[in-house]
């Protein structure tokens, strides 16, 4: 298992940097970086069930599903990985990822952290530098 790290400054209200991150519609735009038409159902409060959903090209959708362990609104979020969608089974049970957002004069630093299987970290690495900068350019440009 490796853990990484991705931060970047926004210039833009922790409220708002978290509402581009977590509402659905904007969601769906810079998760692109990981899978184009990937979604999310489920709810971002604590205790929470989440699945993570892409297509996939036979025309199902695959991905992991996962559990909020944490929210304090506008500041933190935990997810606990519980698997696949398919079967709860899978290199991710149990693994972790937050999203920190902290307020410093009108300037939100995000941070990323997550654990992911040794065999994902490259894949992973390239994927959330590409996203979080479009967080940042999504946040920034509303």
Same mark, same amino acid.
């Given at each position: 298992?490796?853990?990484?790290? /991705?931060?970047?400054?926004?210039?833009?209200?922790?409220?708002?940097?978290?509402?581009?991150?977590?509402?659905?519609?904007?969601?769906?735009?810079?998760?692109?970086?990981?899978? *184009? =038409?990937?979604?999310? *159902? =489920?709810?971002?409060?604590? =205790?929470? *069930?989440?699945? /993570?959903?892409?297509?996939? *090209?036979?025309?199902?959708?695959?991905?992991? /599903?996962?559990?909020? $362990?944490?929210?304090?609104?506008?500041? /933190?979020? #935990?997810?606990?990985?519980?698997?696949?969608?398919?079967?709860?089974?899978?290199? %991710? $049970?149990?693994?972790?990822? #937050?999203?920190?957002?902290?307020?410093?004069?009108?300037?939100?630093?995000?941070?990323?952290?997550?654990?992911?299987?040794?065999?994902? %970290?490259?894949?992973?690495?390239?994927?959330? #530098?590409? %996203?979080?900068?479009?967080?940042?350019?999504?946040?920034?440009?509303?």
């Amino acid at each position: 298992m490796e853990n990484l790290r /991705f931060s970047v400054d926004v210039d833009a209200p922790a409220q708002h940097v978290w509402n581009v991150m977590l509402d659905l519609d904007t969601y769906r735009e810079w998760t692109g970086a990981f899978h *184009e =038409g990937s979604t999310y *159902e =489920g709810g971002w409060n604590e =205790g929470d *069930e989440i699945r /993570f959903l892409g297509p996939s *090209e036979d025309g199902t959708w695959s991905g992991l /599903f996962g559990s909020i $362990v944490e929210n304090r609104h506008h500041e /933190f979020v #935990s997810i606990r990985y519980l698997g696949d969608v398919e079967n709860r089974e899978g290199p %991710a $049970v149990g693994l972790h990822e #937050s999203y920190s957002f902290i307020e410093t004069d009108g300037l939100t630093t995000l941070t990323v952290d997550l654990e992911v299987p040794d065999e994902w %970290a490259s894949d992973m690495h390239g994927m959330w #530098s590409e %996203a979080i900068v479009t967080i940042k350019q999504l946040a920034e440009r509303a």
